[in-house]
């Protein structure tokens, strides 16, 4: 079979803040992607181009650069087209469309941390695709790092992971990715490799061992569409990488639909990445990543075939959802208000908020179209509707784009989807890892037994610190990352990814505290706060508008309370206000979009607008929420 030898696909995949986007970063400036007079002005990071993603220091999609790597034989340059994946689990979809793209997989292990759960997901989708493995073990200058013992830890995974023969002999490269260095000896502990000064060996490495882009001669084209983008003057971009045939500017091609029906479409665009931008080009063969444009409702999974002799590709699938929730219209007294609730220009301001049940449907509409891994279901209500994810992480992000462009919702708690299975409710379950110093093991063991955790490993690496493996249901996740690194101070670093499906678990109890509810309008108050804050921890400021059935606090006890916290003091001539001592107020706690999530009970939800973040009840009514109570008690 002819194979395409000016040509290489790749993916970089690891865990979470191993370190893939910096490398990419050094690969597209060493393979001079960049000119000399651009190089000051490059971000770090520059494939992280979402906002979220350099907020929160995470990979949230999939992208693809090119590099044009030129041998030092001397011989004709060749293209290296790299996908950086995200390393979070909860975007897995990005990683199986990524992987659907490329041939082979760089894997990226810190020389410290070792292979994590993020790592033995995206290297078990790698497997099952049967991907040659390239292991990279980056940060080799971590002053506690131990090499040996992390290249051990991944053969482990690797026979672990039912790998054949073939799979375990993989090359191994040494990197620093922030000082853009690589090496095929391994350095000493905590050091730079000291024999090369660039990333020369990682790219003669991914030339050897990345099998170039096989195809049949005079086969009919077969193109596959993994990604979608769009354009403000092209309309919708499909990104597709072409398995046979060529591919042409203004060629009439069968595009083959999810449902199996094939339309007749013209492509009217045609571009090709070099680095960071598209270029326009004229022609694409096999093996090569491209975009194009002039089909507006093209989808993912969709293939773009010969017309004379049109033959579809395997749809791309990805894991079932694990969490939901559920997003409706805001239902609060202070729709389409401000920040504080007042707003001095409350009115102009409901102008440009989207708030109607049409504009929220359509918007989790669109967010299907590119993100394969989410589903939307409709609900008894006809302004809300579920929406199914791989995690809690997936499903916030959603919803902080949504509040940033302009969207107000209010968002359920997040619940579990379960499946039947022989008449049993199954539940999912989470394999969680954990580091934490030796004298938090205590504590964290505690916290996992209340959420019916179950220890399966435990291993201690002499350095002060312990690393524990647990099973346990993904509900009992919910929440739990505020309370973990309250117990172990913020030192404690845990992980977790999802691992099937287990009998239910039974109930669980996981906040102990009840909610301290404002039972009237009006603004916050200091002298209300004042006496309130022995009963609780507060979570708004003074000034604040608040709602009757709005959560304004925790409170130190297991019971909900109502409370007045727009009291204001009487002033009479007997008792001016200077008169009084002052008191201080101890400063609110804010909570951001997924604590509010985490902190929800089941008789609460979060409203979400543009300004702010407010948790309420479900039934605002006091004395409505006193009676279902006592129904419920009956």
């Known amino acids: 079979m002819p194979t395409r030898h000016d040509i290489r696909n790749v993916a970089i995949v690891a865990h979470v803040d191993h370190g893939k986007t910096t490398i990419v970063d050094a690969m597209l400036k060493q393979a001079g992607a960049f000119a000399a007079h651009q190089l000051e002005s490059v971000d770090d990071r520059v494939m992280d181009s979402n906002d979220l993603e350099r ?14 790597y030129h041998p030092k034989d001397g011989g004709e340059p060749i293209t290296i087209n790299i996908i950086d994946t995200p390393g979070h689990a909860d975007f897995g979809g990005e990683v199986e469309r990524g992987l659907s793209m490329v041939d082979a997989v760089v894997l990226l292990v810190d020389a410290s ?6 790592t033995r997901f995206v290297l078990r989708k790698a497997l099952q695709q049967r991907k040659p493995v390239i292991l990279c073990i980056n940060k ?14 991944t053969y482990d995974l690797f026979l672990d992971l039912d790998a054949d023969e073939d799979q375990i002999e993989f090359p191994i490269v040494y990197a620093c990715g922030r000082d853009g260095i690589a090496s095929l000896t391994k350095p000493e502990d905590g050091t730079v490799p000291a024999d090369s000064t660039n990333l020369e060996p990682f790219f003669s490495t991914i030339l050897e061992h990345v099998p170039a882009p096989a195809y049949e001669e005079d086969a009919p084209l077969q193109a596959h569409v993994t990604n979608l983008d769009a354009d403000n003057f092209l309309g919708r971009i499909a990104l597709l990488r072409v398995e046979q045939g060529e591919l042409r500017k203004g060629q009439t091609v069968a595009w083959i639909k999810r449902d199996g029906s094939i339309s007749s479409v013209r492509i009217t665009e045609l571009m090709m990445t070099e680095a960071l931008t598209r270029k326009p080009a004229e022609v694409a063969g096999p093996g090569d990543i491209c975009a194009v444009a002039g089909i507006p409702d093209i989808m993912i999974g969709e293939t773009l075939a010969d017309p004379e002799n049109p033959v579809a590709l395997p749809l791309i699938t990805v894991d079932e959802p694990a969490i939901s929730m559920t997003i409706g219209t805001n239902t609060s007294p202070l729709v389409g208000r401000g920040g504080t609730g007042k707003g001095a220009d409350a009115k102009s301001a409901v102008k440009d908020r989207k708030v109607t049940a049409r504009q929220v449907k359509d918007r989790l509409d669109r967010e299907l179209v590119g993100n394969v891994s989410l589903r939307v279901l409709d609900t008894e209500r006809p302004d809300a509707w579920e929406v199914q994810g791989r995690g809690e992480l997936a499903l916030a992000i959603l919803v902080e784009q949504m509040r940033r462009e302009g969207f107000e919702m209010t968002i359920g708690k997040p619940q579990v989807v379960t499946k039947e299975v022989d008449g049993k409710t199954h539940e999912p379950v989470e394999r969680l890892t954990v580091d934490v110093p030796e004298e938090h093991m205590g504590a964290v063991t505690q916290l996992m037994g209340t959420r019916k955790g179950r220890m399966d490993n435990m291993s201690n690496h002499g350095s002060g610190w312990v690393r524990m493996e647990f099973v346990v249901p993904s509900r009992g996740l919910i929440g739990f990352r505020t309370e973990f690194l309250t117990n172990t101070r913020g030192t404690g670093i845990a992980h977790s990814i999802h691992e099937g499906h287990e009998p239910w678990f039974g109930e669980l109890k996981t906040r102990n505290n009840g909610s301290l509810v404002a039972d009237r309008a009006g603004a916050v108050t200091a002298f209300a706060m004042t006496n309130l804050q022995e009963r609780g921890v507060l979570f708004t400021d003074p000034g604040t508008e608040v709602y009757e059935g709005m959560i304004v606090g925790e409170n130190s006890r297991a019971d909900d309370m109502d409370v007045n916290i727009t009291k204001e003091k009487k002033l009479t001539n007997m008792r001016s206000s200077s008169a009084d001592s002052f008191e201080a107020i ?9 604590q509010s999530l985490e902190f929800c009970r089941d008789d609460e939800c979060v409203e979400v607008t543009p300004e702010a973040v407010r948790i309420r009840k479900v039934v605002l009514d006091q004395k409505e929420r006193g009676r279902t109570a006592s129904r419920a008690k009956r």
């Open 586 to 594: 101890v400063p609110p706690r804010k909570l951001s979009l997924e």
């Open 113 to 118: 941390e070792g292979p994590l759960p993020q």
């Open 55 to 68: 907020e929160k220091g995470i990979t949230i999609l999939a992208k693809n650069t090119a590099v044009k």
């Open 140 to 153: 080799t200058d971590r002053p506690d790092s131990r090499i040996d013992e992390v290249v051990n830890e």
